[in-house]
């Protein structure tokens, strides 16, 4: 049987035990590969089992897994002919069904503003893709749980590439191959709750106004349609100044698949594929599957798929699908790219569409089920605390570091220091004061600075805000828009600010200190500073010159040459907006819990596990900051995941 199938109806299913040894083995590979990649995995919740790991233990869980193993293999198969098709377990065979009759479907547009709210997902807010190196043949998105829905509401899901260049930009005037402002493509496989199911085609930034989209032509394109037989035009600004808004979008065909309420989100599965010169999607509900070909508008995709979005969004045109208080959802995106290797992470969403949930913690990289590498993530209402990122790293108390990579040490050296920076012009400064008289070998962290892309931002004790220079007033629950396309956003006393790359620094004001945590936007990446390990080596940091110092860190080694290389020099320093001269220098010795009075370690420590902190080295620096800042510094530490590795010998 030809790859196109042509002149058949049917496609025969060679069962999983007969697929190449290697793609059996993948699971495995992948699962053994993330084990000793620490860095991705740490910090995390354990994420819930997925669906069909729970429906195994029933008394029915062989057949449930057999299941699905039959519906994975379904997806491999190479697709039929072009139209509308399912299948019935245990059957082998893709059944061709009647596609629904041509009519306008709605638009799914493309994101049209910066991120101005961290507590949603989609059109304003964040989201977390799945990035290959290589390229995607093959996409799913799917929940391991969706628990504590109980609204109901229209909604949509979307399985999104990234916009990529394409030779259907061929006729458009603002053909320039430059992906963030030229003329570039956008698929989108979209399941309506409706009980619908087709891919959607976008030229974004086609041209300018009055630019006529590239036949064939839909001949009369009506406001908030979009039709199968031909493209249409929508003036949708995607950025600021964007001199060519004409965005272009036209349908395949439209397939039935059940409808299924909000409540029970968590029993479909959408699948994309890009593989050979074809296009497809596969909608899921409770494992019975459903195939539409699609028009393969863009035939280069399968060369350019690079990234995938999933998630749950509003059911077209710009609109929220809203979840009760109680909702938590983890998301998986897989992804197929020709390597067992996770996926990296992206904190970005390209859709119109949104829901009301909040991003959790960094995401997982983890291996699906069956062989598929995948990105997977919660979101929930109401909002955990904290900021989403693919990365995180923290500068606690009366400073505790913990690097990107899970290593925890102490460094009390006094000054400004670069607590982190990437090649995304994005760099976070903190400044570092001496508790003397009374702590003289402990500091606390009194001002921190980033630079997001074009701006500079300097949060102050005991809350001034100072954007480039100049003081600035951000209500609670608020944010201030950056001129170079990031923002400031406050909740309570902490602020965050999001440059347009996606990283983040947070700055939680706590009267006469500061806690600061620093997320990435981008995962992996190339990441400088006090919380960056050298070339990913969890018990190792690195000098700015690129020494390399090995835990157990010597006193002499961390106060020496790597603390003098990490100061922020006067000319680079963004921290003189909070004023305030202060000593440069080091601490004389080491301190630990074990240097305090008995009786006060004794009671510190009690404080500490009351608050919920656990035996270990977390324990000890709750202890160190209890004494010095009082008992509400221990819920700094309660439900923080052990570090992966300790820096200091006393620690050990």
């Given at each position: 049987?030809?790859?196109?199938?042509?002149?058949?109806?049917?496609?025969?299913?060679?069962?999983?035990?007969?697929?190449?040894?290697s793609?059996?083995?993948?699971?495995?590979?992948?699962s053994?590969?993330?084990?000793?990649?620490?860095?991705?995995?740490?910090?995390?919740?354990?994420?819930?089992?997925?669906?069909?790991?729970?429906?195994?233990?029933?008394?029915?869980?062989?057949?449930?897994?057999?299941r699905?193993?039959?519906?994975?293999g379904?997806?491999l198969r190479?697709?039929?002919?072009?139209?509308?098709?399912?299948a019935?377990?245990?059957?082998?065979e893709?059944?061709e069904?009647p596609?629904?009759?041509?009519?306008?479907t709605?638009?799914?547009?493309?994101?049209?503003?910066?991120?101005?709210?961290l507590?949603?997902?989609?059109?304003?807010?964040p989201?977390?893709?799945?990035?290959?190196?290589?390229?995607?043949s093959?996409?799913?998105?799917?929940?391991?749980?969706?628990?504590?829905?109980?609204?109901?509401?229209?909604?949509?899901?979307?399985l999104?590439?990234?916009?990529?260049?394409?030779?259907?930009?061929?006729?458009s005037?603002?053909?320039?191959?430059?992906l963030?402002?030229?003329c570039?493509?956008?698929?989108?496989?979209?399941y309506d709750?409706?009980?619908?199911?087709?891919?959607?085609?976008?030229?974004?930034d086609?041209?300018?106004?009055?630019?006529?989209?590239?036949?064939?032509?839909?001949?009369?394109?009506?406001?908030?349609?979009?039709y199968?037989?031909?493209?249409?035009?929508?003036?949708?600004?995607?950025?600021?100044?964007?001199?060519?808004?004409?965005?272009?979008?036209i349908?395949?065909?439209?397939?039935?698949?059940?409808?299924?309420?909000?409540?029970?989100?968590?029993n479909?599965?959408?699948s994309?594929?890009?593989?050979?010169?074809n296009?497809?999607?596969?909608?899921?509900?409770?494992?019975?599957?459903?195939?539409?070909?699609?028009?393969?508008?863009?035939?280069?995709?399968?060369?350019?798929?690079?990234?995938?979005?999933f998630?749950v969004?509003?059911p077209g045109?710009?609109?929220?699908?809203?979840?009760?208080?109680?909702?938590n959802?983890?998301?998986?995106?897989?992804?197929?790219?020709?390597?067992?290797?996770?996926?990296?992470?992206?904190?970005?969403?390209?859709?119109?569409?949104?829901?009301?949930?909040?991003?959790?913690?960094?995401?997982?990289?983890?291996?699906?089920?069956l062989?598929?590498?995948?990105l997977?993530?919660s979101?929930?209402?109401?909002?955990?605390?904290g900021?989403?990122?693919?990365?995180?790293?923290?500068?606690?108390?009366?400073?505790?570091?913990?690097?990107?990579?899970?290593?925890?040490?102490?460094?009390?050296a006094t000054?400004?220091?670069?607590?982190?920076e990437?090649?995304?012009?994005?760099?976070?400064?903190?400044?570092?004061?001496s508790?003397?008289?009374?702590?003289?070998?402990?500091?606390?962290?009194?001002?921190?600075?980033?630079?997001?892309?074009?701006?500079?931002?300097?949060?102050c004790?005991?809350?001034?805000?100072?954007?480039?220079?100049?003081?600035?007033?951000?209500?609670?629950?608020?944010?201030?828009?950056?001129?170079?396309?990031?923002?400031?956003?406050?909740?309570a006393?902490?602020f965050t600010?999001?440059?347009?790359?996606?990283?983040?620094?947070r700055?939680?004001?706590?009267?006469?200190?500061i806690?600061?945590?620093?997320?990435?936007?981008?995962?992996?990446?190339?990441?400088?500073?006090?919380?960056?390990?050298a070339?990913?080596?969890?018990?190792?940091?690195?000098?700015?010159?690129?020494?390399?110092?090995?835990?157990?860190?010597?006193?002499?080694?961390?106060?020496?040459?790597?603390?003098?290389?990490w100061r922020?020099?006067?000319?680079?320093?963004?921290?003189?907006?909070?004023?305030?001269?202060?000593?440069?220098?080091?601490?004389k010795?080491?301190?630990s819990?074990?240097?305090?009075?008995?009786?006060?370690?004794?009671?510190?420590r009690?404080?500490?596990?009351?608050?919920?902190?656990?035996?270990?080295?977390l324990?000890?620096?709750?202890?160190?900051d209890v004494?010095?800042?009082?008992?509400k510094?221990?819920?700094?530490?309660?439900?923080?995941p052990?570090?992966v590795?300790?820096g200091?010998?006393?620690?050990?």
């Amino acid at each position: 049987m030809s790859r196109n199938g042509i002149g058949e109806t049917t496609v025969k299913y060679l069962s999983m035990f007969r697929q190449p040894c290697s793609v059996m083995l993948i699971g495995v590979i992948v699962s053994a590969t993330l084990i000793s990649t620490p860095v991705m995995a740490q910090n995390q919740p354990q994420v819930p089992k997925p669906v069909e790991q729970e429906k195994a233990s029933a008394p029915d869980h062989a057949l449930a897994v057999e299941r699905e193993k039959w519906r994975k293999g379904m997806l491999l198969r190479p697709r039929p002919v072009k139209g509308c098709f399912t299948a019935t377990y245990p059957d082998t065979e893709w059944r061709e069904i009647p596609c629904l009759p041509p009519r306008p479907t709605k638009p799914y547009p493309p994101r049209s503003t910066g991120t101005t709210n961290l507590e949603t997902v989609g059109g304003a807010g964040p989201d977390f893709t799945g990035s290959v190196t290589g390229h995607i043949s093959q996409a799913e998105g799917s929940f391991d749980s969706a628990a504590g829905i109980t609204t109901t509401g229209a909604y949509s899901l979307q399985l999104n590439t990234a916009p990529f260049d394409t030779s259907a930009c061929g006729g458009s005037p603002n053909n320039t191959h430059v992906l963030a402002t030229g003329c570039r493509g956008w698929e989108q496989f979209v399941y309506d709750s409706s009980g619908t199911a087709s891919i959607q085609y976008w030229l974004l930034d086609y041209g300018p106004v009055g630019t006529s989209c590239p036949a064939p032509v839909h001949a009369n394109c009506a406001a908030n349609a979009v039709y199968t037989d031909g493209w249409c035009p929508f003036n949708i600004s995607l950025f600021a100044g964007d001199a060519n808004p004409i965005q272009c979008a036209i349908n395949s065909s439209l397939v039935g698949a059940p409808a299924q309420a909000l409540t029970g989100v968590g029993n479909l599965k959408v699948s994309g594929s890009a593989g050979g010169a074809n296009d497809s999607m596969v909608v899921s509900v409770s494992g019975t599957p459903t195939l539409v070909t699609g028009a393969n508008h863009f035939p280069d995709l399968g060369s350019q798929w690079n990234e995938a979005e999933f998630n749950v969004f509003g059911p077209g045109s710009n609109a929220t699908v809203t979840f009760n208080s109680g909702t938590n959802i983890v998301v998986r995106t897989e992804v197929i790219s020709g390597t067992t290797a996770g996926p990296g992470c992206h904190m970005r969403s390209w859709t119109g569409e949104s829901n009301n949930l909040s991003l959790g913690t960094s995401p997982v990289a983890s291996p699906a089920p069956l062989p598929a590498p995948a990105l997977v993530f919660s979101e929930s209402n109401p909002a955990p605390s904290g900021t989403p990122s693919c990365a995180d790293a923290d500068s606690l108390g009366d400073t505790h570091l913990r690097t990107f990579g899970g290593l925890l040490y102490d460094f009390q050296a006094t000054g400004d220091f670069v607590l982190a920076e990437t090649d995304r012009d994005f760099q976070v400064q903190t400044r570092q004061v001496s508790g003397a008289p009374s702590w003289p070998n402990a500091t606390v962290n009194r001002a921190v600075a980033v630079r997001a892309g074009k701006d500079q931002v300097a949060m102050c004790l005991p809350g001034r805000v100072m954007v480039n220079g100049r003081p600035a007033t951000i209500p609670d629950g608020g944010h201030l828009a950056l001129a170079g396309g990031g923002a400031v956003f406050r909740k309570a006393n902490a602020f965050t600010v999001l440059a347009p790359s996606g990283d983040s620094a947070r700055a939680e004001m706590n009267g006469a200190y500061i806690n600061v945590s620093v997320g990435l936007g981008n995962w992996p990446s190339k990441v400088r500073g006090l919380v960056a390990n050298a070339s990913g080596k969890v018990n190792e940091v690195v000098a700015r010159d690129g020494v390399v110092l090995s835990s157990p860190f010597a006193f002499e080694s961390l106060y020496g040459h790597y603390a003098e290389s990490w100061r922020a020099a006067r000319e680079e320093s963004m921290l003189g907006a909070c004023g305030e001269n202060i000593l440069h220098g080091v601490p004389k010795k080491s301190f630990s819990a074990t240097d305090l009075p008995p009786k006060l370690a004794t009671r510190n420590r009690l404080i500490c596990t009351r608050a919920g902190v656990k035996e270990g080295p977390l324990l000890d620096a709750c202890v160190i900051d209890v004494a010095w800042l009082g008992a509400k510094a221990a819920t700094t530490f309660a439900g923080k995941p052990a570090p992966v590795a300790v820096g200091d010998e006393r620690r050990r």
